[in-house]
């Protein structure tokens, strides 16, 4: 986490810790690469922490953590999304801190460029986006590089795009999760992003084989592509960049103009905004069980996820959102960010559900060929679609 | 612990104590997983071309800079052994740019010389093929010091008895220096195919196993087992098997060459 979010929660440490004497915090922060690991090999170890951050829904199955449901204020008014992520057996096992929304990040010199107008207060049909695209997609005279008008990853940043027809990796039916790709909605809505890297040839052909979002990230910052798919974080993190330039501090290099849009409208007739997940904090079971104890760390998991934090200024720093409801004007006055919170959308990486990663990780994999047209889409989904439904079926 | 882990369904609350035993259920699981299917076939290949290129590379490179006097020989081998004390991270990371499809020297390269580009670590058909030139397009800086240090063991007398036969500098290399190199030469083998099998920081860094499992090693579906997915015990029987074939190779090629090394 950034500095900022670092200041506040610290903030909120220190006055804890002043309302509460003898109680010491003691916060160890570790790095989002092997966080969970570490997280993961302490609870096997029988040495959890008391809290953590954590969506690692896993730990519910195992038993390792606290339900949280008798401890929640009254006064705090969670978005019911943010609950139900962590929902097992009516009880909510996880604190819903913030909320990793994200959309369309547009690059608005190259639209400029081109002469293209932006999309009217972050709106646009699916018609309108590819058309966009592919007057973006040219060959810069002066540098004979090609531009795509769009460039994505074949992860949950460019699959996810499929809730715009109401498609997603997983879905409940009849109160049973699916594959749902595995259905004709599922195949026509993925037809979409093949279409863009091999009918309308807006992306780069290789768009397929990137291992990460990093890929996609360095094209578009490269400026080599005029649109992206990703994350809140990219806001701030190309705000940090382009004042970096501004102070001085980064010599040598030209500031992204940039601005941001909802997913282009599918077949469910309206805007949306990707939201990964929830980030979230979960109280873990102690091997000597002390009930004063648990009782502070739920007060503790309160403020951190409480209107104190979220209406703070890490927020916007991070690109996050609330899961309050009377939290989610905090960008009421910042029109990129709130082009992304004002509208629904569906939680596309976030499954309660314990073989989700590894289900995510099958169907990223098989996407990857269907983009590089090593398989068609029909026979990915279905190539994926056993070992997917077999993972389901252990539930 | 992998032992007792492999034959469990391991728990992270409940320990390799109270975890539930499955038999071999790991073991049959996983080998009729295709994902583990292909990262044996592509470990194997793998290690099949870059080992024996990075012996007769070794070899080669530590048979020229022999010929040099010895301040001259400290030079080139503290500029090949160089590479091998920087980070696998970091080696990765520059790879990552020289693949680049739009950017990357590698295209360029092949673009000045008016060949087709690549796609390199972004295509199933050049993935694999990108991690094994990244190792092999460095000098294998330990061999060559391995190697120099037998060569300068090897007697004077007998390169002076076969330059009285009249050898030339090539057949005194064939017929004294590598037989007389066999002992580094099987020592090189066996320590290379077992690093070879343990494949795992390019692949993490420059593909993550991908497009589809094309460059899935073992090592590193070991480690998403293990760390991503939290399947501990099938994790662990991978990682016997593994191991045990690892120890195959390594006696093989122990009992297969070791028969005309003389110690």
């Given amino acids: ?395 | 612990m992998a032992i007792f882990i492999a034959f469990e369904h391991y728990s992270l609350t409940k320990g390799i104590l109270r975890s539930n035993f499955v038999g071999f259920n790991n073991f049959i699981r996983l080998f009729n997983d295709p994902i583990f299917h292909a990262a044996l076939i592509n470990t194997i290949i793998f290690t099949v071309v870059t080992v024996p290129y990075g012996i007769v590379i070794a070899l080669i490179l530590a048979s020229l800079i022999n010929s040099f006097s010895p301040p001259i020989q400290s030079i080139f081998r503290s500029a090949f052994y160089l590479p091998g004390v920087i980070s696998g991270v970091i080696l990765s990371m520059t790879w990552i740019w020289i693949f680049d499809p739009s950017i990357g020297l590698a295209n360029m390269v092949l673009s000045f010389l008016h060949l087709p580009t690549l796609y390199w670590l972004h295509s199933p058909t050049t993935s694999l093929l990108s991690i094994m030139l990244s190792g092999m397009l460095m000098a294998p800086g330990g061999s060559i010091i391995l190697y120099l240090a037998g060569m300068s063991r090897i007697p004077r007398e007998f390169y002076e008895a076969a330059e009285l036969d009249g050898a030339t500098s090539f057949q005194k290399w064939i017929n004294v220096t590598i037989p007389l190199l066999e002992p580094t030469t099987l020592f090189l083998l066996v320590t290379n195919t077992i690093g070879s099998f343990q494949i795992f920081t390019s692949v993490y860094v420059m593909t993550s196993g991908g497009p589809g499992y094309s460059s899935d090693v073992l090592g590193y579906d070991i480690y998403n087992r293990a760390f991503n997915f939290y399947n501990f015990g099938q994790a662990s029987a991978e990682s016997l098997v593994l191991w045990a074939i690892v120890g195959t190779f390594a006696i093989f090629e122990f009992r297969r060459f070791s028969k005309v090394v003389k110690f």
């Avoid at chain 1, 547009?106 to 695209?133: C, H, M, Q, Y």
């Avoid at chain 1, 990486?349 to 990780?361: C, G, R, T, V």
Wanted: with cysteine; hydrophobic share 40%.
């Fill in chain 1, 1 to 395: 986490m950034s500095a900022s979010w670092i200041a506040v929660q610290n903030s909120i440490f220190q006055k804890f810790e002043e309302e509460h004497p003898g109680v010491k915090i003691n916060y160890v922060q570790l790095s989002w690469s092997n966080g969970e690991t570490k997280l993961a090999m302490a609870v096997a170890g029988g040495v959890p922490p008391d809290l953590a951050l954590t969506a690692n829904v896993d730990f519910i199955k195992e038993g390792a953590v606290v339900p949280i449901n008798d401890y929640i204020p009254k006064g705090y008014d969670y978005f019911p999304s943010s609950l139900e992520t962590f929902e097992y057996d009516g009880k909510i096992y996880a604190w819903p801190q913030y909320m990793v929304r994200g959309g369309i990040i547009i690059n608005t010199s190259i639209f400029k460029e081109r002469g293209v107008p932006l999309p009217k207060d972050g709106i646009w049909t699916w018609n309108e986006f590819v058309k966009d695209a592919q007057q973006l997609t040219f060959v810069d005279p002066k540098t004979h590089t090609k531009i795509y008008g769009f460039v994505f990853c074949p992860e949950s940043e460019g699959w996810g795009m499929t809730q715009i027809d109401g498609v997603m990796l997983l879905q409940l039916k009849d109160g049973k999760w699916i594959f749902g790709y595995n259905t004709p909605e599922g195949i026509s809505s993925l037809k979409r992003l093949w279409d863009l890297v091999h009918v309308y040839k807006v992306t780069p052909p290789d768009v397929g084989g990137y291992g990460s979002d990093n890929d996609s990230w360095n094209v578009f910052t490269q400026g080599r592509a005029a649109m992206t798919v990703e994350w809140g974080w990219a806001i701030g993190s190309l705000r940090s960049y382009n004042a970096s330039i501004a102070n001085g501090q980064t010599k040598g290099a030209s500031p992204i103009h940039f601005t941001v849009a909802d997913y282009p409208i599918g077949k469910l007739g309206k805007p949306m905004s990707g939201i990964v997940g929830i980030g979230s904090w979960m109280v873990f079971k102690q091997p000597t069980q002390n009930l004063e104890k648990r009782k502070l760390v739920m007060e503790l998991a309160s403020e951190l996820c409480g209107p104190e934090m979220q209406m703070s200024s890490a927020f916007p720093t991070e690109g996050v959102f609330p899961t309050l409801k009377s939290a989610s004007n905090i960008y009421a006055k910042d029109p990129d960010m709130n082009i992304l919170s004002r509208v629904d959308g569906m939680v596309i990486e976030q499954y309660p559900l314990a073989n989700a990663d590894k289900i995510e990780s099958l169907w990223t994999h098989e996407f990857q060929m269907i983009l590089l047209n090593q398989v068609s889409i029909e026979q990915g989904v279905k190539d994926v679609a056993k070992q997917i439904d077999s993972l389901l079926g252990n539930q």
